[in-house]
């Protein structure tokens, strides 16, 4: 219980009835409707959100620096290395890099992987596609971002799904708008999937992020029959669907990390951090 005068409980310093009270009061309708509503733990502050647009300026750089990197013969491990050195000398920390057990400081999924590949000793070749996810930690804060590569010349397939899966998710980004459920992601991002003639992965999904890698809720990037969370300003979350070019099915190889398509068709992913704001969304990395 607060009443109207009292300091809000995000701790902006400012009366309740003066900021965040009138969320909460239209938040009570969907509470009725049976949606899951955010708790204060889901909003940022102004600080948190500063924190988190200064560890996305180092994930934007890594990306700036791999695009002049990616090419025919360099190794995933070598791709690893620049992502880690980058991460560290700018003061920020790998944050896949001992996670659960992860023995690396970036993704790198080729081909059929769909996700969660393990650098190693691969060399890119001429007509590969390459997903490379990336996620930095600043000062406790979190920033979380993937993009393809095309290696040279790559088949017609290769490159239209890489295109429409970057697509894809502009699709999902655009369908954020505050005190929206957050399942219209998922139903914008399956039907333009569909309409391409391409499945959208459902094990797996984006998340929130921003003062720990994975924080609720959970992003669908598929259209289901559960109400999700209300999708408020300050809440930050990634979009990051992952679209293959044949059946969604996946599996998971005895590493228990890398993903995988079970037909061999191709997989294509791009992440986005992005921000609720009071009138719609802003990508942050």
Known sequence: MISRNDPCWCGSGK?????????????????????????????????????????????KGIFALLDEKVV???????????????????????????????????????????CHGIPGDYALKEGDIINIDVTTILDGYYSDS????????????????VEE????????????????????????????AN????SVVRDLGGHGIGLAFHEDPHINHYKNDYKGMIMVPGMTFTVEPMIN???YATRTLEDEWTVMTV???????????????????????
């Open 15 to 59: 009366k309740y009835k003066k900021c965040h009270m009138h969320y909460d009061e239209k938040l009570k309708q969907f509470d009725l409707q049976g949606y899951v509503t955010p708790g204060p733990d889901r909003i940022k502050s102004e600080s948190d959100i500063v924190g988190m647009k200064k560890s996305s300026v180092i994930t």
């Open 72 to 114: 025919a013969g360099i190794t995933t491990d070598e791709i690893n290395q620049l992502v880690h050195d980058y991460t560290t000398a700018h003061g920020g920390i790998p944050a896949t890099l001992g996670y659960n057990g992860f023995p690396k400081s970036c993704c790198t999924s080729v081909n059929d992987v769909i």
């Open 146 to 161: 993937s993009r393809m590569y095309m290696i040279g010349q790559v088949s017609d397939e290769a490159r239209r799904l």
């Open 165 to 192: 899966t970057y697509n894809c998710m502009m699709v999902g980004i655009e369908a954020v708008k505050p005190f929206e459920s957050i399942d219209v992601i998922g139903d914008a991002v399956e039907a333009y």
């Open 195 to 198: 309409s391409k003639g391409y």
């Open 245 to 247: 070019e044949k059946d």
């Open 263 to 285: 037909d061999g068709g191709l997989s294509a992913q791009w992440e986005h951090t992005i921000l609720v704001t009071e009138t719609g969304v802003e990508i942050l990395t």
